[in-house]
């Protein structure tokens, strides 16, 4: 009997009618195994994975294939996305054993759950020296069988050497300016001038990165650190990794030049991205920045956001082409003749020079994926953007690809600072409502009454399982720049709830280390930790982060102390491996500034001068800057007490390193006070 029917996940759904006899992870998986004396296999995916649906449709819909599986294994099936957990843990196995990762995961475990034999696609018939499936299913079973000492041995190594993998903590003191110059250095070399980006294919949306050489330029002036940031951000918007009819970007391009993508589009991505060009925006007034920062916020409000107000997890890379099958960017990419229907002969071959459609194709079959190839000539703006509608609205028309309807907490607190940030500096008053209603939602569904997060909800429907370091450190993250843009103060309050949990029960108390998850969590052949970036912050600096943002609000000793060691691996990692710790080396960029604690007050919030105050500090470049805005005499937040009023006019406050420069009521000392 298949197990998936009643659970949350989308990407276990997608399994629900397998003939498989899959588990969820859970106790009764491994005691059914220990039952019958036989091994786990572990398959770990997520639902916009292109291979995870391949393997599935070869090889778990294959009757002979899932009936040798119940026979001889108990199988357990698991969303990377709902248990980040299980998967960092085995997956520092498989990478340890065999050199390299990804999904679809497939480990093979004692019913004590330790794994002896890893792989990750598996084909149904040999290829290219791989093994097909079901060779690897006899060959395994044989030597569950036949070699059971030698398979419970090699677990039990795998299981010690794991427990013996410890960070190099470095030490307790923050990153200096010769470490952050060191990490500048290292990313100068790996940069890539013609292409923008860092290292070669597949290539990657550097976001974290990206905020670090924004804040290294904003506090030092480093004109070669924007000029990276500036450039790499110029060429994924111009490449088919950016959608360039609806906005928002796919998971990386396989290709060094942003061209041809893996279509998947993920919130974390979009998120971060988003917040990245607004950020963009405001250091350079980049108006190509403001209009992907603008597009890509309405791109997750239009296509990701949920019916209860929280944002979907993704959108799958394939697509139906219209022939029945799914197909890898059926839904985005175009040939001229397709182009030559919608368009007629003459805007067919405008919006051909204009996009980058060949009749070779830059894809497959003679298909191309839309870019802005650099060429010269102008174009008019006008008939552009008519031509950009009419292939939208037929593109709407194509089946569109499957969402991954799943609520994930971390990946809305990204999006929750993107679109209050984004919202607030553009005067668009509906994206910062959005924004609150994702927070709400958390509020509402996610969080306990001992303010304990659940990682996933689903059709308004909590998860089973408990939230991860990185959930508790994004929905901090979301909730502190919510509440710099609205100047409601309960968004701080929350905020502080969710970061007393980081240090209580996450941080090591003897080294200032941080888990992924908490003390008091499932036990797990090892606890996993990783301070380092994968395609989101890591829990670790993101929680780094969040501490001294509250620190800075409040004033509170224990965050900043919390927050500074935390970096204590960022001065070890990041002179060296700066493309892998790139928010770490954001936080301590924002250690060095202060940040600078900003009090707006005024009659009310309504108040024009406070408006114009409020704007501007949001707008201020300083690294991590801290915003709090209110009436005078409000409590709402600590920055606001004992901030009079000069001369009856809104007045800006700017503190840091526990000096106060002088009150001003003028925008242009403010913007000043605040420009990095």
Same mark, same amino acid.
């Given at each position: 009997m298949n197990r998936l029917a009643g659970v949350t996940s989308p990407y276990l759904l997608q399994h629900a009618d397998n003939p498989v006899d899959w588990w969820p992870w859970g106790p009764g998986a491994f005691e059914e195994a220990k039952r019958r004396d036989v091994p786990v296999l572990l398959s770990v995916g997520y639902s916009a994975c292109h291979w995870c649906h391949v393997m599935a449709h070869e090889s778990f819909e294959d009757r002979e294939t899932a009936e040798y599986l119940n026979a001889h294994y108990v199988s357990v099936k698991v969303d990377r996305e709902e248990r980040p957990d299980v998967d960092a843990v085995y997956m520092e196995a498989v990478q340890a054993a065999t050199g390299h990762g990804g999904w679809p995961m497939t480990v093979f475990l004692t019913p004590e759950a330790e794994p002896f034999y890893f792989g990750t696609y598996f084909p149904p018939a040999p290829r290219q020296g791989m093994p097909s499936f079901r060779q690897v299913l006899q060959g395994v079973h044989q030597a569950w069988r036949e070699r059971r000492d030698e398979v419970t041995e090699v677990a039990g190594k795998i299981v010690r050497d794991l427990?013996?993998?410890?960070i190099s903590y470095g030490d307790d003191q923050v990153p200096g300016e010769p470490e952050l110059a060191q990490a500048l250095l290292a990313l100068t070399r790996d940069y890539d001038p013609q292409r923008g980006g860092f290292g070669g294919a597949p290539k990657f949306p550097p976001s974290m990165v990206l905020e670090f050489l924004l804040r290294h330029h904003a506090r030092t002036g480093a004109e070669g650190a924007l000029q990276m940031a500036r450039d790499t951000c110029e060429r994924m918007a111009r490449g088919g990794i950016y959608d360039q009819l609806g906005g928002g970007f796919a998971r990386y391009s396989v290709d060094r030049d942003w061209v041809v993508p893996h279509f998947e589009k993920m919130l974390y991505d979009n998120a971060l991205l988003c917040r990245v060009y607004a950020h963009l925006w405001r250091s350079t007034g980049s108006e190509p920045a403001r209009r992907v920062a603008l597009e890509t916020a309405d791109f997750m409000v239009r296509e990701l956001r949920t019916a209860e107000g929280g944002f979907a997890s993704a959108l799958d890379a394939d697509s139906d082409d219209g022939t029945g099958r799914h197909v890898e960017g059926a839904y985005y990419v175009w040939t001229p003749e397709q182009l030559r229907e919608v368009l007629g002969e003459r805007d067919a071959e405008l919006a051909a020079q204009y996009f980058g459609v060949t009749e070779e194709g830059t894809f497959e079959h003679g298909q191309s994926v839309l870019q802005l190839p650099d060429q010269e000539g102008l174009f008019e703006a006008e008939r552009v953007a008519s031509i950009r509608e009419r292939l939208l609205e037929k593109r709407s028309g194509r089946p569109a690809p499957g969402r991954d309807d799943k609520v994930v907490a971390a990946w809305n607190g990204l999006a929750i600072a993107a679109?209050?940030?984004?919202?607030?500096?553009?005067?668009?008053?509906?994206?910062?409502?959005?924004?609150?209603?994702?927070?709400?939602?958390?509020?509402?569904l996610h969080l306990d009454e001992q303010a304990r997060l659940t990682r996933t909800s689903k059709d308004g429907h909590a998860g089973a399982n408990a939230g991860v370091l990185e959930d508790y450190a994004d929905v901090a993250e979301g909730f502190l720049a919510l509440a710099s843009v609205t100047g409601e103060g309960v968004w701080l309050e929350f905020a502080g709830f969710l970061l007393d949990h980081v240090v209580a029960r996450f941080t090591d108390p003897e080294s200032g280390a941080l888990y992924d998850t908490a003390a008091d969590a499932e036990r797990l052949i090892r606890r996993p930790q990783d301070p380092t970036d994968n395609a989101a912050p890591s829990g670790w600096t993101a929680a780094a982060g969040a501490l001294l943002s509250y620190a800075a609000h409040t004033g509170s000793e224990p965050h900043r102390t919390a927050a500074e060691r935390a970096l204590?691996?960022?001065?070890?990692?990041?002179?060296?491996?700066?493309?892998? $710790?790139?928010?770490?080396?954001?936080?301590?960029?924002?250690?060095?500034?202060?940040?600078?604690?900003?009090? $707006?007050?005024?009659?009310?919030?309504?108040?024009?001068?406070?408006?114009?105050?409020?704007?501007?500090a949001l707008l201020g470049t300083a690294p991590g800057a801290v915003v709090a805005s209110g009436a005078a005499g409000s409590e709402e937040f600590p920055l606001l007490r004992d901030r009079p009023l000069v001369g009856g006019e809104p007045t800006a406050y700017v503190c840091r390193h526990f000096t106060c420069d002088a009150p001003t009521t003028e925008v242009e000392r403010l913007r000043a006070a605040l420009s990095g």
């Amino acid at each position: 009997m298949n197990r998936l029917a009643g659970v949350t996940s989308p990407y276990l759904l997608q399994h629900a009618d397998n003939p498989v006899d899959w588990w969820p992870w859970g106790p009764g998986a491994f005691e059914e195994a220990k039952r019958r004396d036989v091994p786990v296999l572990l398959s770990v995916g997520y639902s916009a994975c292109h291979w995870c649906h391949v393997m599935a449709h070869e090889s778990f819909e294959d009757r002979e294939t899932a009936e040798y599986l119940n026979a001889h294994y108990v199988s357990v099936k698991v969303d990377r996305e709902e248990r980040p957990d299980v998967d960092a843990v085995y997956m520092e196995a498989v990478q340890a054993a065999t050199g390299h990762g990804g999904w679809p995961m497939t480990v093979f475990l004692t019913p004590e759950a330790e794994p002896f034999y890893f792989g990750t696609y598996f084909p149904p018939a040999p290829r290219q020296g791989m093994p097909s499936f079901r060779q690897v299913l006899q060959g395994v079973h044989q030597a569950w069988r036949e070699r059971r000492d030698e398979v419970t041995e090699v677990a039990g190594k795998i299981v010690r050497d794991l427990a013996g993998r410890e960070i190099s903590y470095g030490d307790d003191q923050v990153p200096g300016e010769p470490e952050l110059a060191q990490a500048l250095l290292a990313l100068t070399r790996d940069y890539d001038p013609q292409r923008g980006g860092f290292g070669g294919a597949p290539k990657f949306p550097p976001s974290m990165v990206l905020e670090f050489l924004l804040r290294h330029h904003a506090r030092t002036g480093a004109e070669g650190a924007l000029q990276m940031a500036r450039d790499t951000c110029e060429r994924m918007a111009r490449g088919g990794i950016y959608d360039q009819l609806g906005g928002g970007f796919a998971r990386y391009s396989v290709d060094r030049d942003w061209v041809v993508p893996h279509f998947e589009k993920m919130l974390y991505d979009n998120a971060l991205l988003c917040r990245v060009y607004a950020h963009l925006w405001r250091s350079t007034g980049s108006e190509p920045a403001r209009r992907v920062a603008l597009e890509t916020a309405d791109f997750m409000v239009r296509e990701l956001r949920t019916a209860e107000g929280g944002f979907a997890s993704a959108l799958d890379a394939d697509s139906d082409d219209g022939t029945g099958r799914h197909v890898e960017g059926a839904y985005y990419v175009w040939t001229p003749e397709q182009l030559r229907e919608v368009l007629g002969e003459r805007d067919a071959e405008l919006a051909a020079q204009y996009f980058g459609v060949t009749e070779e194709g830059t894809f497959e079959h003679g298909q191309s994926v839309l870019q802005l190839p650099d060429q010269e000539g102008l174009f008019e703006a006008e008939r552009v953007a008519s031509i950009r509608e009419r292939l939208l609205e037929k593109r709407s028309g194509r089946p569109a690809p499957g969402r991954d309807d799943k609520v994930v907490a971390a990946w809305n607190g990204l999006a929750i600072a993107a679109l209050a940030e984004t919202g607030a500096y553009f005067g668009r008053p509906d994206l910062v409502e959005a924004a609150v209603a994702a927070a709400d939602l958390l509020v509402r569904l996610h969080l306990d009454e001992q303010a304990r997060l659940t990682r996933t909800s689903k059709d308004g429907h909590a998860g089973a399982n408990a939230g991860v370091l990185e959930d508790y450190a994004d929905v901090a993250e979301g909730f502190l720049a919510l509440a710099s843009v609205t100047g409601e103060g309960v968004w701080l309050e929350f905020a502080g709830f969710l970061l007393d949990h980081v240090v209580a029960r996450f941080t090591d108390p003897e080294s200032g280390a941080l888990y992924d998850t908490a003390a008091d969590a499932e036990r797990l052949i090892r606890r996993p930790q990783d301070p380092t970036d994968n395609a989101a912050p890591s829990g670790w600096t993101a929680a780094a982060g969040a501490l001294l943002s509250y620190a800075a609000h409040t004033g509170s000793e224990p965050h900043r102390t919390a927050a500074e060691r935390a970096l204590g691996v960022v001065k070890a990692l990041g002179p060296r491996v700066p493309r892998f $710790i790139g928010w770490g080396l954001a936080v301590a960029e924002a250690v060095l500034d202060g940040p600078r604690e900003v009090a $707006i007050v005024g009659p009310d919030l309504g108040h024009d001068g406070t408006k114009d105050l409020h704007r501007t500090a949001l707008l201020g470049t300083a690294p991590g800057a801290v915003v709090a805005s209110g009436a005078a005499g409000s409590e709402e937040f600590p920055l606001l007490r004992d901030r009079p009023l000069v001369g009856g006019e809104p007045t800006a406050y700017v503190c840091r390193h526990f000096t106060c420069d002088a009150p001003t009521t003028e925008v242009e000392r403010l913007r000043a006070a605040l420009s990095g």
